[in-house]
């Protein structure tokens, strides 16, 4: 038989929290936490769709041999690793802010010693039943690099289409400078528009690439959309995002950041591991994503191609 | 006040602190844990120059703030906050090594003779370099036993070396940086106006203003 002693201590029946209170506050805390968590949500979406409201649209493009046969990047890193000061300073910034960034509809100024100048809309400019995709080793002179599966067409291909004159021996780029679109403009950090530009020779070069796309999609805001340029044997600043004016000249062009310091940045910018940056030695790289460094190659690993375009040059001088 | 009285600023008030200033040591080495045991974590997509940047900027917060407390105490008529000023010169000091640490160890990958040409080269690392340098004795004579050993008087002589370090930081970080950026500069302002307070009239000034006696070295 059980005996049931009751101690001063326990509680009786009736002081005990009622069933239905007892619910109701599990029901209370849900509907708080809920509301809370739908409050949250709401603002995370707002933002997240705001960041995320253009869907990269998927490319048709060929296959080419340009490839070094390395391991890509991953996508991620290459879109969320940008330095893009016109959207702010950190690697970070680019792909929280580029989503103000409109890129379409698109125009191109094109200017100077050309047959024919004009306001350029993206899709006159750029084949896009030519894309073809290239792999290429990318090599910033902060000292670290990526493999990048660029979609796009030859710079030469679009420069033929304009009709470079005879004395003309530069190509200027300059990337939009959009307050409304572009929060870093609003810091003097460089002297805006961002300015870039390679010989003509440079520019007509075969590696030298106009990218619209990147692992065969459009190419995202934060990496240059709709039009960049990419130059492989030269430090990651020297291909110059969101093109929106192509000048030509015979002229060597101030570029921006020669123009903000001449003694660190040359207007070669060739990727030469015998030539220190003044802050980076530039022996050695980091590949994204791996833990060591390796060695930096000439040109980047595309001196065959390019060498020849330096002859009788003191890369030293003209770093 | 007696909350925060002397010897509860003593008992608690430092364990707390120096807690605290663990935070950011913690969750850096948290990250690397869990980033070499290839589980999520928030160093970004290249964690060695994270490392670097983000215990600079502690170290450089925390030195600011050793030299924050002097001015404090002048402003509240209060001593306390000198209670801290050791531990809070010593935690820079901690993540200045941790900087170094992350510079020598997750950068460089101990590659001495790079290394050495960094200092020698780079000119914003040959600053950093010497900022370290002037740090050392100040953490080394940081000690009762060597503030007696020096007596008091060439002792905060000594200290004073923390100024330099300060301003030497400082340009280590303006230089680090490219091109025209605000962030560092933010930080000279506030050095700057720290060093305002170590002028001579502002400094009596003050003191009269709190009625304040002169505040001792090793509190």
């Not at chain 1, 306001?119 to 000292?143: H, N, Q, S, T």
Request: charge should be positive.
């Amino acid at each position: 038989m059980l005996i049931k002693h009751r101690e001063n201590w326990h509680a009786s029946e009736n002081e005990v929290t009622s069933e239905q209170h007892y619910l109701n506050r599990r029901h209370f805390i849900r509907s708080a936490t809920g509301g809370v968590l739908a409050a949250t949500a709401l603002g995370v979406s707002q933002t997240v769709f705001a960041r995320e409201n253009r869907t990269l649209q998927p490319l048709t493009y060929s296959k080419t041999a340009y490839n070094p046969g390395e391991d890509l990047t991953p996508e991620d890193a290459i879109t969320s690793y940008n330095n893009f000061y016109e959207f702010g300073l950190d690697k970070s910034n680019p792909s929280e802010n580029a989503w103000r960034l409109e890129p379409k509809p698109w125009s191109v100024k094109v200017s100077g010693m050309v047959d024919a100048p004009g306001d350029y809309a993206f899709e006159d400019l750029i084949d896009m039943k030519a894309l073809e995709e290239r792999i290429y080793r990318l090599r910033c002179v902060e000292g670290w690099s990526m493999v990048v599966p660029w979609i796009g067409v030859p710079l030469a291909s679009v420069l033929k289409k304009l009709g470079p004159q005879s004395g003309a021996k530069y190509v200027a780029f300059e990337t939009l400078a959009d307050r409304d679109q572009m929060p870093g403009i609003r810091y003097p950090v460089l002297d805006w528009p961002y300015v870039e530009g390679l010989t003509l020779p440079e520019a007509m070069n075969e590696l030298a690439f106009i990218a619209v796309g990147l692992y065969g999609k459009e190419i995202p805001n934060q990496n240059g959309a709709p039009l960049r340029l990419v130059v492989p044997w030269k430090y990651g600043f020297k291909s110059i995002k969101s093109i929106v004016s192509i000048k030509l000249t015979d002229r060597k062009p101030a570029t921006s950041w020669n123009k903000s310091a001449s003694n660190e940045y040359g207007f070669y910018s060739n990727v030469n591991p015998e030539v220190d940056h003044p802050r980076w030695s530039q022996a050695r790289e980091r590949r994204i994503g791996e833990f060591s460094r390796r060695k930096t190659l000439m040109f980047n690993g595309y001196g065959e191609q390019v060498a020849h375009l330096y002859t009788g040059l003191d890369l030293e001088k003209n770093f | 006040m007696a909350l925060f009285s002397q010897k509860n600023l003593r008992r608690y008030g430092k364990p707390f602190v120096f807690a605290l200033f663990l935070i950011p040591a913690v969750w850096l080495i948290y990250n690397w844990v869990q980033a070499y045991a290839g589980a999520p974590h928030d160093l970004g997509f290249n964690p060695q120059e994270t490392s670097n940047r983000f215990t600079g900027d502690w170290a450089l917060r925390i030195l600011l703030l050793s030299l924050a407390l002097t001015p404090l105490s002048l402003l509240t008529g209060s001593p306390r906050w000198i209670l801290f000023r050791r531990m809070t010169g010593l935690f820079a000091f901690f993540y200045v090594c941790l900087h170094i640490t992350s510079y020598i160890w997750l950068d460089m990958q101990f590659d001495w003779s790079e290394l050495w040409t960094d200092v020698v080269k780079r000119i914003y690392i040959t600053v950093g370099f010497t900022a370290l340098l002037c740090l050392l004795p100040l953490a080394i004579t940081s000690t009762a036993g060597w503030v007696r050993r020096l007596g008091a008087k060439r002792w905060q002589k000594l200290h004073k070396l923390v100024y330099a370090v300060g301003v030497l930081a400082v340009i280590h970080f303006i230089m680090m940086r490219k091109g025209f950026q605000f962030e560092p500069l933010i930080y000279g302002a506030v050095l700057a106006g720290l060093m305002v307070f170590r002028l001579p009239m502002v400094k009596s000034w003050l003191r009269r203003r709190t009625q304040q006696k002169p505040i001792n070295a090793g509190v």
